[in-house]
């Protein structure tokens, strides 16, 4: 039975905190899913008790074979006996050395789907319809040892495997299309499955699955102990998480952060030449000086309402032109002249001059004061531009 599928990625624009939280759910589920393979362990585990585990077949061995020694890494070349690969988490460089210690003489059986195809390519229907799947109970249907007294056997899920040229396949799905092939390797042998679901607490007691695990792993009793090789676990490994990124990824990463570095330049602020805006006027304060004087000469006090005037002009003054506050009418009368081009005779009147005998004259002189105030701000935009 062979099935395809095929499923369309959503994406979804997360902003804000949504983004974080998600990313933050990701790393607790990682957590727990690394943590903790189920109720009774990781899958194909020698010590899992869980369906999916294997301590079954590991007890089976102890009983039947010479017993199981768990390995993190291959066997010593030369060493010979049997090695056992369920889920291969070995390097390249371990995978390597495994191949060679078979050459020199050991037996691997194996079910990892990566490590199986490495040597026995995985079988095809015609056209699209992609791998050649079995399931189920498979009738025994060779003559090698390893299926002796083997009727059938329930396989589960599998891969089928086509059968390489000088090798035995056995429980076969169409003629070349093999659920196990036991092939020669230089002076060992390797014997591939399909898949390791036969093998699993869940599976191992229907049909012949037991006997044939004993024929394969236990079929030597007074033999070296089985190599059950289950690689390091995820975590307990010395290097970091960068020295385990593919170098494409590593690549990727260095433009991404060179990408955020170009765009936070091109957002940042840019030192350069001072741009000039033009102040907006005063107005409100002019107005209320005004307002002040007209209620103060209303009252009959022109005097004190020139007084404010002229007070708040001459602070104005020395604020802008940086005149010191000891100097005289007369000094900032010649500074505001010289800086303004305005008549000297009106800036002295205006900043010092006489009291304001009547309304027209106190209107005039807070005319002037405007005048300057105004001569002021366009002489400092002027020279900032």
């Known amino acids: 039975m062979t099935t395809a599928t095929g499923a369309a ?34 899958p194909l585990d020698p010590t899992s008790t869980s369906p999916q585990g294997a301590k079954a077949l590991a007890l089976l061995i102890g ?13 010593a070349a030369g060493a010979g006996g049997v090695a056992l690969v369920l889920d291969d988490r070995l390097d390249a460089a371990d995978d390597r050395r495994l191949v060679e210690w078979v050459r020199a003489g050991g037996t691997l059986v194996t079910a990892d789907p990566n490590l199986v195809t490495t040597f026995a390519a995985p079988a095809r229907l015609p056209g699209p319809a992609g791998l ?62 399909g898949s390791p679901d036969f093998l699993t607490n869940g599976r191992l007691a229907r049909q012949d699955n037991s006997v044939l695990a004993a024929n ?32 494409r990824v590593k690549e990727g990463l260095v433009q991404v952060v060179l990408a955020l570095v170009l765009l936070a330049l ?21 107005e209320l000086v005004v307002a002040v004087g007209h209620l103060l000469e209303q009252g009959g006090r022109r005097d004190d309402a020139a007084a404010i005037l002229r007070g708040t002009l001459r602070r104005e003054i020395l604020d802008r032109l940086g005149v010191p506050p000891t100097a005289g ?22 900043i010092a001059g006489p009291a304001p005998a009547n309304e027209g004259e106190l209107v005039d002189l807070a005319g002037h004061a405007d005048l300057i105030r105004q001569t002021l701000a366009r002489q400092e935009i002027a020279h900032v531009r």
């Open 9 to 42: 990625g959503v994406r979804e624009r997360l902003r804000g905190p949504g983004l974080w939280l998600l990313l933050l759910a990701a790393v607790v589920a990682l957590g727990v899913v690394g943590g903790s393979g189920g109720a009774g362990g990781p």
């Open 216 to 247: 394969l792993l236990a079929a030597t009793p007074t033999g070296p102990r089985v190599q059950w090789i289950t690689g390091p676990r995820a975590g307990s490994g010395h290097r970091s998480l960068l020295a385990l990124m593919a170098p």
């Open 329 to 350: 009418p007369d000094a900032v009368a010649d500074v505001v002249a010289a800086r303004t081009g305005l008549d000297r005779a009106m800036v002295l009147a205006t």
């Open 266 to 286: 091109w957002r940042a602020r840019r030192l350069g030449r001072p741009v000039a805006e033009t102040p907006m006027v005063e107005l409100p304060g002019s």
């Open 132 to 193: 050649a799947a079995i399931t189920g109970v498979m009738n025994a249907d060779c003559s090698s040892p390893a299926v002796a007294g083997v009727a059938t056997i329930d396989v589960g899920t599998a891969i089928a495997l086509r059968t390489p040229p000088g090798a035995t396949g056995c429980f076969n799905a169409a003629p070349g299309d093999a659920f196990l092939v036991i092939q020669p390797l230089g002076r060992g042998q390797l014997v591939l499955l």
């Open 63 to 75: 009983q039947l074979g010479p017993g199981v020694d768990q390995a993190t890494a291959p066997p």
